[in-house]
């Protein structure tokens, strides 16, 4: 298989409004459209003072305190609100490059690259790592976004040829 797309089981994810600093939770704040990693947490640029921490499931509650302490000026769990896709293989990028119009020439959004953006006509948060590509979609459009993707994949696909 050349494409393989695996849903992440529930996943932490605040959004955070930051009033002034230089790192949450012990990393550096990305840069616009980038996002950091630390300790299991990724952290990605949203807007001038906006960021969305993504970690493993059932951080929400240690991570909330760990933020406010840090003098965050808002938090809030969005955790239910998005499906966490995974998209790695050796023919992903082309698979996205069917629905998105985003550049995902490495030269272009190297690994480390975090956009919002379109993808077939569906909000997404679309984040470039080494592996390939974590993809997350708003929950009401989970079941679109994943039968387009099949879809999408099929050319993808090794079909062993029938032997005559």
Sequence with gaps: MTVDAVEEPFRTQLT???RDGHALLGADLPEPCTFTSRNGVDVLWMGPDEYLVLAEPGR??????????????????VSAQRVTVRLTGAHARDVLAHGCSIDLDPAVSPPGTCVQTLLVRTGIILMVREEGFTILVRQSFAGY?????????????EVPWPSR
């Design 16 to 18: 955070v409004r930051l």
């Design 145 to 157: 976004f994943t039968t387009w993707l099949a879809d999408a994949s099929l050319e993808y696909q």
């Design 60 to 77: 929400q509650a240690e991570l909330e305190t760990a933020l406010r302490e840090a003098g965050a000026a808002a938090v809030v769990d």
